[in-house]
Every structure is written in C-alpha cells, then in structure tokens.
C-alpha cells in the first residue's frame, strides 16, 4: 500500500510564498518520477511539475515555470514544490502523485497511480 500525504498548503497574499511537501511510503520512493498536480472549483485536473527519480529532471506547466520549483530529497522520502510569486489564479487543491511507470514522468494525470489526499492553496488579491 502506497501512502502520499501533502502538507504545506494554506491562506496567502498574492505574491507571497508557499512550500508544499509529499511524504511518501509503502514501495521504493526513489524508483519513480514524481509530480504536482492541482484542481481548481469547476475547472479539470491540470499538471504544475514534476520531477525525475534522482532529481536531475525537472519539467513545468507554462503557467508556473519561473515561480515554481520543484525538488526532492530521496533520503527523506519527500518531494517538495516551492511556489513563488504566488497569484490569484494558483488558488486550487494540490496534490502530489507517483509516477506509473518508474522513471517516465508525464503531463496527464492518468499516468500516475497513487496520490495524496490534496491540500488546499488560496491565494487572495
């Protein structure tokens, strides 16, 4: 059983800063990509980021390259997405997810088989 539970999320200004975090357990962490997800009310599931096993790679939605970084610290189980710069529009749950197929990260949220709970970023104006 793959346990992912997110942390970090919260109530900010625009402009301000948030750090989330995913701890993960149940199969080998460092096996596979990892990524960021995030849904807004009414709105599908989009990608934000996501990040290869060693740490090496890192991929970016358009609207969050620049603001955004996301890394991870194997010895810790953990991934974390930095979040910068913060708007409006980033307001949504996040959630992180591991990868389907080891190393391969994707852009679609099919291609991971096991996500956390969500936690919950609104950023006022």
């Known amino acids: 059983q793959v346990q992912l539970v997110e942390s970090g999320g919260g109530l900010v200004q625009a402009g301000g800063s948030l750090r989330l975090s995913c701890a993960a357990s149940g199969r080998t962490f460092t096996n596979y990509a990892m990524g960021w997800f995030r849904q807004a009310p009414g709105k599908e599931r989009e990608f934000v980021a996501a990040i290869s096993w060693s740490g090496t790679n890192t991929y970016y939605a358009d609207s969050v390259k620049g603001r955004f970084a996301i890394s991870r610290d194997n010895a810790k189980n953990t991934v974390y997405l930095q979040m910068n710069s913060l708007k409006p529009e980033d307001t949504a749950v996040y959630y992180c997810?591991?990868?389907?197929?080891?190393?391969?990260?994707?852009?679609?949220?099919?291609?991971?088989?096991?996500w956390g709970q969500g936690t919950q970023v609104t950023v006022s104006s």
């Open positions: 997810a591991s990868s389907s197929y080891g190393n391969n990260w994707s852009r679609r949220s099919q291609d991971y088989n096991y």
